[in-house]
């Protein structure tokens, strides 16, 4: 639980902090998995926290990118709307399930296609980087495009955690 609240505050203050949207920075366009990482990087990469996001599967109109930052991890579930990239859904192993995918809203082709093209992506990791990915706990949805506009309470949260390590 401690690692999904890091890095949920990390991540929706950073969503709250910046009026660019997640992909407002991407002008040169280029292979989708080119635009998710630099995207994602520009958005949470820090200086004493540096993102890594690989790998990062495309089907259609929506990607998984699994992420490291800081000794924790987990994946997003992204979608490619009018304006660009967006992330929906961060979340651990369920985004490697196709139940889990369906509920998030991709279409049950799209959600198999995509379970199965993560494992074989990740079947190239070493055990240790799947199981960083896994430790994500729970499912936690982030929105769509103009997400970080609504005006939530959860969107203030701080950029950065109260405590070190």
Known sequence: MHSRR???TILLGSLAASSAPLWAHEAHGGPDEQQITHAMKRQF??????LSVAPVVVVGDA???GWTQQGRGGRALLRKEKAGWSIHVCAGKGLTQTDVLEMSGLPKAQAADMARLVAKAEG???AQQRALFDSFEGVLKVGGEG???????????????????
Do not use: C, R, Y
Not at 45 to 50: F, H, R, V
């Open 6 to 8: 890091h890095f949920a």
């Open 147 to 165: 997400a970080a506009s609504h005006g939530h309470g959860q969107h203030a949260a701080p950029a950065a955690p109260a405590h070190k390590h």
């Open 63 to 65: 990607a998984v990118a």
């Open 45 to 50: 990469d820090k200086p004493e926290a540096p």
């Open 124 to 126: 190239a990791l070493t």
